[in-house]
């Protein structure tokens, strides 16, 4: 038993930090969501492109991460207010189901846009820190891996506090809960919403940024994270951040230990049968006809 | 757009219109005789279905199904693997398989039903993705990731005395699933126009309203599902049959997404608004073979568009040029052209 | 006609129905988060006759009138309706159970047509042999004329006979509550709910509601309405029930209300009459 148990640290290790990946993937995912309560199918193309971003600017500007970084983030930014103007503004009194399946066709473009741009091969972006290696208590693990958690409770952490603290923040958590109250309060909804897609589609580049080193960046990095993000959100809650990072580094952890003990392909299993089952029994807000609407 | 049917008597252009149809089906094998437009054909019958089943699912139910190819790799695993493995004939295997799948719809639906917009899609996603990483990962089953081979086509069907038509002729598979798909959409088409057509628009219309009239939303939900799916597991058989090898990544997300382009591409809520996004998005790529993957840049775009600008799609269009022809607005004579 | 007494019933004040009961609510309660939105509700509505449940503004009336249809379940009490228990039904059974009812923001199915609103509205007693959902024939053509006919005879009803084929979200207000009226009158119920039916309505169209209501209630049909609009109310009701921050105020007929001390006050001064 004991002898598993270097095992078992090891792969809490990876658990966090994958769980770290999908909480930064996600964050910005979840910010929408809570405020809108729409989904921008094209968020985990957001990343990969913010990867794309950070690594030709790392080298265009022969490594420096920094920059790559805040280049990423700009990207996200600016592909926020793009999709935000484009699709969910024009669309935000029509059908609900129309933005979702436009931003699918965004998605599918981009995807394949970078495809036919970028090519099928896989992109070697190395940060200065991927090949830095830690060995402790018989433990291992990249300096990109810590810095990803690093970041990923910084960004945590600094969303919370906005929210939490300043009034923007409050304006967009009153929007989140009751729209029409919050338009009625003189709360000018249009730029407060396309603020919370430049901020959350910026926390997408980023995330991009810090996995690009991690991941396997083809045009389709993304993707291989997009359907997990969306079990995050449901699973951690309606635009929850605190069932974000909860629901993201729980996944993260199952995943890690599933693909030990079990095998590879089960993980997604899994994971998506917890998708199912919350939406099967958590009582509030997901299920329409238990939130008894107002006639 | 969405509304219900006109309600067209039962009488001569009815059949009129389906005789059209038969010698149409009856004349493309005779037109086009290489093997290779045959075999388009052929795969656009089996894309019809499952877009009809869609456009079931979704414009006439109003429930967004992101997943729908995994029905389709239900029905096909299911009797592929019950006719190879287990040497049950075919057509009892291929009744298995649509079982297997309208089952599968079903109990997905019943669980997901009670769900709003968002969640309902974000489930059949998730349905799909377990779907897909079980037909993988079960290998004593399904051989995974290198697929079931040697796939044979039906068995003959004997008239006695009469004719014996064998299957493994690329002209008469062909009818056989352009007759099937013929009768789905007659089908649903007859289904839509019935008092469970009425139930479904209620529903999809406004589910509270619907409720006060005494009908049940999760009911026909549920049964929407059911059919639309067990009509993807037909398909999916034929796909087995016509391909001779069953591998999960036919079955995978992007393949939902494109149902679902054909759908609401073609123009959702009214059947041959899905024929015709089936048909386009099948046939198109083939004549652009020249210009290879950027076939999914122009579904993407194409889908994006349409979403943003013609939520009727390409049906919804031709439909709105059909009323300013017939100028009067509101007038039943205006409502044929869009009701095949 | 015999008087029906339901059993476990406690007489209520100035409750003296002279009609057998059709609908009999006994103690119901609803709170949202903390909020008592009604609160311990009793009464017993009379076969044919018009039930008018007024009150100030948020005083529970829309959900008072919610718990009846379903739409809402109540926290605790009773609701017997034609001899049947109410209790956890959800409102597609109540309706099937023939309560009717149309909604304070209208709720017609606005990219149909006035024709298929209403034929909507049969759906519950339109029944074909399974193969002919399928494959249509004599029955389903039956159905389909029949349907027809009974919706252009509810559509004279309402004075819609001539926008049948009109798109429904396409006609005035007026039209629209008037279809939603009709559509709710096809299931053939019982009882029939109105919620605030002459909100947004001028003064013809009202009188023309008002005139329409007494008919049905001619009809032996059983009318609860939730009303501002005291004119309407005093001149078609019954009885009235007047209900002030989810609460039983005043019950008894329209002149017994006016004259009292209590409804004056909470209504301050308003004219009632």
Not at chain 1, 24 to 37: D, H
Not at chain 1, 210 to 216: D, E, H, K
Request: overall charge neutral.
């Amino acid at each position: 038993m004991l002898d598993l148990l270097p095992i078992f640290a090891q792969q809490l290790i990876n658990g966090l930090v994958l769980g770290s990946i999908y909480v930064l993937a996600t964050l910005g995912l979840t910010l929408i969501f809570g405020v809108l309560g729409q989904i921008n199918f094209a968020h985990a193309d957001f990343v990969t492109l913010g990867a794309f971003a950070a690594f030709f600017v790392a080298r265009a500007t022969g490594g420096n991460y920094l920059i790559a970084i805040l280049a990423a983030l700009l990207v996200g930014a600016l592909l926020g207010s793009i999709i935000n103007g484009t699709v969910f503004s024009p669309l935000r009194n029509a059908d609900e189901t129309r933005p979702l399946v436009a931003t699918i066709g965004v998605s599918v473009l981009l995807e394949n846009t970078a495809l036919a741009f970028l090519g099928p091969v896989p992109y070697a972006f190395d940060s200065p820190y991927s090949s830095q290696v830690i060995r402790a208590a018989g433990l291992f693990f990249t300096v990109q891996n810590l810095l990803v958690v690093i970041i990923a409770v910084l960004a945590v952490g600094s969303l919370y506090a906005f929210m939490k603290l300043t009034f923007i923040g409050k304006a967009l958590r009153a929007l989140a809960q009751d729209r029409e109250a919050a338009g009625l309060m003189g709360i000018n909804q249009k730029q407060l919403i396309a603020l919370t897609f430049i901020i959350g589609s910026a926390f997408a580049g980023l995330a991009g940024a810090m996995l690009g080193p991690i991941l396997v960046l083809t045009p389709f990095a993304g993707a291989s994270v997009i359907v997990k993000a969306f079990a995050i959100v449901i699973i951690g809650g309606f635009g929850n951040i605190e069932g974000t990072i909860v629901a993201g580094l729980l996944i993260g952890l199952i995943e890690s230990f599933t693909a030990q003990f079990l095998s590879p392909g089960m993980s997604d299993i899994v994971v998506f049968g917890l998708l199912l089952l919350t939406l099967a029994f958590r009582p509030t807000g997901l299920i329409a006809e238990r939130r008894e609407e107002n006639v | 757009m969405t509304s219900t049917s006109s309600r067209w008597a039962f009488g001569s252009a009815r059949w009129l219109w389906l005789l059209a149809c038969i010698a149409v089906i009856a004349i493309l094998p005779l037109v086009f005789q290489d093997s290779y437009w045959r075999g388009v054909m052929t795969i656009c019958a089996i894309n019809i279905m499952l877009a009809l089943g869609l456009d079931f699912i979704f414009g006439y139910a109003g429930q967004l199904s992101l997943g729908h190819s995994a029905f389709s790799g239900i029905g096909a695993y299911t009797s592929t693997v019950l006719v190879t493995a287990l040497g049950v004939n075919f057509w009892v295997a291929m009744l298995c398989g649509i079982g297997a799948a309208g089952l599968a719809g079903v109990l997905l639906s019943a669980f997901a039903v009670r769900l709003k917009g968002h969640y309902l899609a974000i489930a059949s996603l998730g349905f799909a993705v377990i779907t897909y990483q079980i037909l993988v990962n079960w290998i004593s089953v399904t051989q995974g990731p290198l697929g079931i081979y040697g796939i044979p086509s039906p068995p003959p069907l004997t008239i006695p005395g009469i004719v014996t038509i064998s299957f493994s002729d690329q002209q008469n598979f062909f009818y056989l699933v352009a007759g099937a798909a013929l009768l789905s959409y007659l089908m649903l088409r007859n289904l839509t126009r019935s008092p469970i057509g009425d139930a479904l628009t209620a529903v999809r219309e406004d589910e509270i309203s619907a409720a006060s009239l005494g009908i049940r939303g999760t009911k026909w939900k549920v049964v929407a599902f059911g059919i639309g799916c067990a009509i993807a597991g037909l398909a999916g058989c034929f796909y087995a049959s016509f391909i001779g090898t069953l591998v999960p990544d036919a079955f995978f997300i992007v393949e939902s997404f494109m149902l679902l382009a054909m759908v609401v591409i073609g123009g959702r809520g009214n059947l041959w608004g899905a024929v015709l996004g089936a048909v386009l998005l099948t046939v198109v790529p083939e004549l652009l073979r020249g210009i290879g993957d950027a076939r999914l840049i122009i579904y993407g775009l194409a889908l994006t568009l349409v979403a943003l600008f013609l939520p009727g799609g390409i049906s919804g269009v031709l439909i709105q040029f059909a009323r300013r022809f017939s100028g009067a607005r509101g007038a039943l004579a205006a409502k044929g052209p869009s009701h095949a | 006609m015999p008087e029906t007494s339901l059993s476990g019933t406690a007489a209520i004040a100035g409750n003296a129905p002279v009609a057998p009961t059709l609908f009999s609510v006994r103690n119901i309660s609803k709170s949202f988060g903390g909020i008592h939105a009604v609160r311990s509700v009793s009464f017993d509505i009379p076969k044919a006759t018009v039930f008018a449940i007024i009150g100030p503004n948020g005083a529970g009336k829309s959900t008072l009138l919610n718990l009846l249809s379903g739409n809402y379940q109540p926290d605790t009490g009773t609701l017997l309706f034609d001899g049947a228990d109410l209790a956890g039904k959800p409102a597609y059974e109540r309706a099937r159970l023939g309560i009717a009812r149309t909604f304070q923001k209208i709720r017609l199915f606005k990219h149909l047509t006035v024709l298929e609103n209403i034929i909507a509205g049969f759906h519950i007693h339109r029944k074909l042999p399974a193969w002919e959902y399928v494959w249509p024939a004599r029955a389903a053509e039956m159905d389909r004329k029949r349907c027809r006919e009974e919706a252009l005879e509810l559509l004279t009803f309402v004075g819609l006979v001539d926008r049948a084929d009109t798109v429904a979200g396409s006609l005035a207000y007026g039209q629209q509550r008037m279809l939603e009226i009709a559509r709710a009158l096809a299931t053939k119920p019982k009882l029939f709910m109105l919620d605030e039916p002459a909100a947004g309505l001028n003064n013809a169209e009202a009188g023309f509601l008002l005139e329409r209501l007494d008919t049905l209630r001619k009809q032996q049909m059983t009318i609860v309405l939730v009303e501002h609009n005291m004119e309407l109310v005093m001149n078609v009701a019954d009885r009235i029930f007047v209900l002030e921050t989810g609460q039983q105020l005043f019950v008894g007929t329209p002149d017994e209300v006016q004259s009292d001390p209590a409804v004056i006050a909470a209504y301050l001064g308003e004219e009632l009459h």
